[in-house]
T-cell receptor, first 112, second 112 residues
Framework: DTEVTQTPKHLVMGMTNKKSLKCEQH?????MYWYKQKAKKPPELMFV???????INESVPSRFSPECPNSSLLNLHLHALQPEDSALYLC???????????FGSGTRLTVV | SQKIEQNSEALNIQEGKTATLTCNYT??????LQWYRQDPGRGPVFLLL?????KEKRKERLKVTFDTTLKQSLFHITASQPADSATYLC???????????FGSGTRLLVRP
């Protein structure tokens, strides 16, 4: 299995909702990442987990809350989002920083 | 400030020609430079990685060069095909960090 699977593919949520994005990989990769991508912009790093521990938080607002339950799973919990948070949320994994990253297809999030 | 710039927002070439994309960076000392391809609505796909002590890497029709003096990487696609049309992103990783930072991307269009 050489894929990163993200669910759901699309999500529409209101500003008062709580939702979660899920990411799964079975490649044995020890680092997992969340990126945010707005239209016609490059992906922006949000969080990095290394060996299931949060190692980088790029000053992301607390309405985004990551969680790594085990080495194969990564969640992003969303609460009280704003319309400007609408974007493509990408999950990625890598075996080490010395190798290329494997990205999922993303979750297209719309906040209404 | 730190910047990663890719030469042009869009590049238009004729099928069969060589496409050359440029990635310039300032105020970084990357240990690794990576190139990714991204199709609309999908996650980036890893293509090639080059280390700071390597001058050139090849993979099939792809070639990457890395000049740490000029702070520049060139990405070449030889014998280009319409199927090569996509956005190409360069990304830098500093040593001992899981932080992968993306350039702005170049949209390549290969005309039949």
């Amino acid at each position: 299995d050489t894929e990163v699977t993200q669910t759901p593919k699309h999500l529409v949520m209101g500003m008062t909702n709580k939702k979660s994005l899920k990411c799964e990989q079975h490649m044995g990769h020890r680092a997992m990442y969340w990126y945010k991508q707005k239209a016609k912009k490059p992906p922006e790093l949000m969080f990095v987990y290394s060996y299931e521990k949060l190692s980088i938080n790029e000053s992301v607002p607390s309405r985004f809350s990551p969680e790594c339950p085990n080495s194969s799973l990564l969640n992003l919990h969303l609460h009280a989002l704003q319309p400007e948070d609408s974007a493509l949320y990408l999950c990625a994994s890598s075996s080490s920083p010395n190798y290329g990253y494997t990205f999922g297809s993303g979750t297209r999030l719309t906040v209404v | 400030s730190q910047k990663i710039e890719q030469n042009s927002e869009a590049l238009n070439i004729q099928e069969g020609k060589t496409a050359t994309l440029t990635c310039n960076y300032t105020n970084y000392s990357p240990a690794y430079l990576q190139w990714y391809r991204q199709d609309p609505g999908r996650g980036p796909v890893f293509l090639l990685l080059i280390r700071e002590n390597e001058k050139e890497k090849r993979k099939e029709r792809l070639k990457v060069t890395f000049d740490t003096t000029l702070k520049q990487s060139l990405f070449h696609i030889t014998a280009s095909q319409p199927a090569d049309s996509a956005t190409y992103l360069c990304a830098l990783r500093m040593d001992s960090s899981y932080k992968l930072i993306f350039g702005s991307g170049t949209r390549l269009l290969v005309r039949p």
